[in-house]
């Protein structure tokens, strides 16, 4: 038996047959900045994630971005 495949609604308004080719390094990092964009609670915490953007270069340039506060 194969799984059902799942489709859920874009909730921003955007065109949903517009994919965009990335890393998943880029998907995360992307998702990431608009938790923080949209959300002022929202702080990523963690080794490394600072100005040195992390080992795998997931928070690069989230913390010119969005601040020490923030990106810790």
């Known amino acids: 038996e194969t799984p059902r495949e799942e489709t859920y609604p ?3 308004g955007a065109d949903t047959n517009d994919c965009v080719d990335m ?3 880029d998907a995360v990092r992307e998702a ?3 938790a923080l964009a949209t959300d002022d609670r929202v702080f990523l915490m963690g080794e490394d994630v600072g100005r040195y953007g992390g080992c795998f270069a997931i928070s690069k340039g ?3 971005e969005f601040g020490a506060e923030r990106i810790r």
């Open 32 to 34: 990431i900045r608009q």
């Open 62 to 64: 989230l913390f010119d």
């Open 23 to 25: 890393t998943c390094r």
């Open 10 to 12: 874009a909730t921003d």
